[in-house]
Nanobody, 123 residues
């Protein structure tokens, strides 16, 4: 399985960004894509995930109501739409894949990881 993130960048507080995770190499239809982030000096945080094929989603409280995860099965991608961004959202964002249906983004359950994309929110 290969995962490639894109869409990070610099944005002002209150702005929006859309991250994309391009996924390939799955040998089963049952898998979960999760988004994680890690800010300097902080622990990695699981913020959202979406399962295939049932489409079940999860959001951490820190992003609920501001971020939306979605699938684009035609392009084998998962998007994370991030709105009303805050400086506290500044981090490296990673997508990861679990080779099973999991309901929460717990890092130890995810087998494959992308290289990460930087998101910086200025105040």
């Amino acid at each position: 399985v290969q995962l490639v993130e894109s869409g990070g960048g610099l944005v002002q507080a209150g702005g929006s960004l859309r991250l994309t995770c391009a996924a390939s190499g799955f040998t089963s239809d049952d898998y979960t894509i999760g988004w994680f982030r890690q800010a300097p000096g902080k622990e990695r945080e699981g913020i959202s995930c979406i399962s295939n094929p049932n489409g079940r989603t999860y959001y951490a409280d820190s992003v609920k109501g501001r971020f939306t995860i979605s699938r684009d099965n035609a392009n084998n991608s998962v998007h994370l739409e991030m709105n009303t961004l805050k400086p506290d959202d500044t981090a490296v964002y990673y997508c990861a894949a679990a080779s099973s249906l999991v309901v929460v983004p717990i890092a130890e359950w995810y087998n494959y990881w992308g290289q990460g994309t930087q998101v910086t929110v200025s105040s």
